[in-house]
Each structure stands twice: as C-alpha cells, then as structure tokens.
T-cell receptor, first 116, second 117 residues
C-alpha cells in the first residue's frame, strides 16, 4: 500500500517568489512514480510533473521542479517565480509497481495562495 | 476535442433518487477510473476498469455500480442517493494500469458536482 503525506494545509507566497510544497511518501514497492497535480478553483485536475523512483535527475517542467530525496522519501514541488494564476490546490500522488498497484494514491493537498 | 469528458457537470437531485454519470475518453487508453473528492478535497479511488475488466473495487456502498460497455466508456450509476453522496466525482483514464512501471499518468475529466438534497 502507498501513503502520501502533505503536511501543509495552506501556504502563502509573494508574487515572483519561489515556494516549496512538501510531500513525503511511504511504499514498499521497489519502483514507483510520483506525481503532482494542480486543481484551480475551476475544479479541473491538471498534471504538472512526474518523477520516477529510478530517475537519476530531478524532474523539471518549466517553472516546476521536483526536489526528489529518495532516502528521505520526499518529493517536494518547487514553483519558481510564482504567479497569481498559481493560486490553487496542489496534490502529490504516487503509484507503485507491485501487484495491484493500479491507481494513483493522493495526499490531502496544499492550498497555495499567491499574494500580489 | 476534450480528452476525457464526463456528463453532467452538475447534478442536483433528491434523496432516494437514482442517477448516472457518464464518462468517455478519446485517448485510446485501456484503463479508466472513478475518483470521489469529498468536501475537504480528498481524492479517493472508487473503481477502475482495464479493457472492460474491473480491476479496482474499493470499499464503497453497493449502491454505486460502475459499468464499462467498452474501453472508451465508464459510467457510474448510483441508486438510492443519500446526503453523504454529495461530492465531486472525477473520471480519469491512463494508458494501461497493468504495466509494471509506476509512470501511469492520469488524465482527468472536469468532474461532476453531485448535490443530494
């Protein structure tokens, strides 16, 4: 079974500053995938970034980067140069590779508010 | 063209009624899912089908019944609706959940907000 923990219910960041959203995970699978999704107030779920457990480098996608520390079982999302449109809920999720690991397991989310 | 489309977007109904939510994906994916997002925004898997085969059947009331007529469609039927069923229901799809790697990205529909009065 997989478990995702997001300890920050809410975060504030000044526009144009960088912000880190925390995510820790737990799994016994030898390989796994870690994902971040964004949910703006309009409700849709938007995929942001993916990190595989055996990837040598941290994933980056534009202003998003994933600070992956395997030994610490953490996969923090870093958003650089925050914009007002980044205000949203952010979900960390993971999928294992073991038998029966067919779905993404989500954390409880972090609500990010960008202040002008 | 919307990749994963679900209808209706809003569903307001009385307790005790039966309702269905439909979902279709045009991505050619083999796997489809239903997730429930509660009032605290927590997303929980309910069901998943892979090529019309049920592969995830979480502990949900048996008033909820998924149906997959083909791999591009996954519908959710709910009998005898209760107040606690009020939530946002998301349909999603992925390439093939049976692949051994953990890199199955989910593509989500826009959600159906169900309100039971």
């Amino acid at each position: 079974a997989q478990k995702i923990t997001q300890t920050q219910p809410g975060m504030f960041v000044q526009e144009k500053e960088a912000v880190t959203l925390d995510c820790t995970y737990d799994t016994s699978d030898p390989s796994y995938g870690l994902f971040w999704y964004k949910q703006p107030s309009s409700g849709e779920m938007i995929f942001l970034i993916y990190q595989g457990s055996y990837d040598q480098q941290n994933a980056t996608e534009g202003r998003y980067s994933l600070n992956f520390q395997k030994a610490r079982k953490s996969a923090n999302l870093v958003i650089s140069a925050s914009q007002l449109g980044d205000s949203a809920m952010y979900f960390c999720a993971m999928r294992g590779s073991g038998a029966g690991s067919y779905q993404l397991t989500f954390g409880k989310g972090t609500k990010l508010s960008v202040i002008p | 063209d919307t990749a994963v489309s679900q209808t209706p977007k809003y569903l307001v109904t009385q307790m005790g009624n039966d309702k269905s939510i439909k979902c279709e994906q045009n991505l050619g994916h083999d796997t489809m899912y239903w997730y429930k997002q509660d009032s605290k925004k927590f997303l929980k898997i309910m069901f998943s089908y892979n090529n019309k085969e049920l592969i995830i059947n979480e502990t949900v009331p048996n008033r909820f019944s998924p149906k997959s007529p083909d791999k591009a469609h996954l519908n959710l039927h709910i009998n005898s609706l209760e107040l606690g069923d009020s939530a946002v229901y998301f349909c999603a799809s992925s390439q093939n959940a049976r692949t051994p790697l953990g890199n199955e990205k989910l593509f989500f529909g826009s959600g159906t907000q169900l309100s039971v009065l």
